[in-house]
């Protein structure tokens, strides 16, 4: 008798484990299974220079502008591009939004109004890209993307792969979204 009780507390304590398990699977964010690639900087600009590089960068808030820059540093392995490569992840995408008004207030159901899509994983760029990882492990790309006639309100950029799911920002701890206001 003391055996059956034995092994029934054993396994509900299983049972106990295995559910919290999948309860931790259910909340796990769906770009920490995608993290193959770190967005190790993303940056307001009024400009891009020749070694492509922000110029005049600008936070929070800004006014008296017509273009509008949004320049990304990305890094990655040979690994996650040939990962992401084979899974249809490429290329990077950055996806516009803009709200008018004061506040950014949306139930997510808002439409971009633009995605383009960055020279990283793009295949011509591939191959440099693999180069750059043979001589340092790995690569540290530079891209951006750029509006015109930027009207006022909150501006948003959404960094995305190919498939729609959201890239990991090293800096922000979580999906790569930004937000600027402009006057």
């Known amino acids: 008798m003391?055996?059956?009780?034995?092994?029934?507390?054993?396994?509900?304590?299983m049972l106990i484990v295995s559910i919290s398990f999948v309860l931790f699977l259910s909340v796990v964010p769906c770009w920490a299974a995608e993290h193959l690639l770190d967005v190790v900087k993303g940056v307001w600009a009024k400009g891009i220079n020749n070694d492509k590089q922000p110029t005049l960068e600008v936070t929070d808030t800004v006014s008296d502008i017509r273009k509008l820059y949004f320049w990304t540093q990305i890094e990655g392995s040979e690994k996650a591009l040939d990962i992401l490569s084979s899974k249809g992840k490429l290329p990077i995408r950055h996806k516009w939004y803009t709200y008018y008004g004061v506040t950014l207030e949306t139930d997510g159901s808002q439409?971009?109004?633009?995605?383009?899509?960055?020279?990283?994983?793009k295949i011509d760029k591939l191959k440099i890209l693999k180069s750059e990882v043979s001589g340092n492990g790995s690569f540290k790309w530079?891209?951006?993307?750029?509006?015109?006639?930027?009207?006022?309100?909150?501006?948003?950029?959404k960094i995305v792969y190919a498939d729609g799911k959201p890239v990991y920002c090293e800096e922000l701890d979580g999906p790569c979204e930004y937000t600027i206001k402009v006057e």
């Open 2 to 13: 003391r055996q059956n009780a034995f092994n029934y507390a054993s396994a509900c304590q």
């Open 142 to 157: 530079r891209t951006w993307s750029m509006k015109n006639n930027i009207r006022s309100g909150i501006w948003m950029v």
């Open 111 to 121: 439409q971009p109004i633009d995605e383009i899509n960055l020279s990283v994983g």
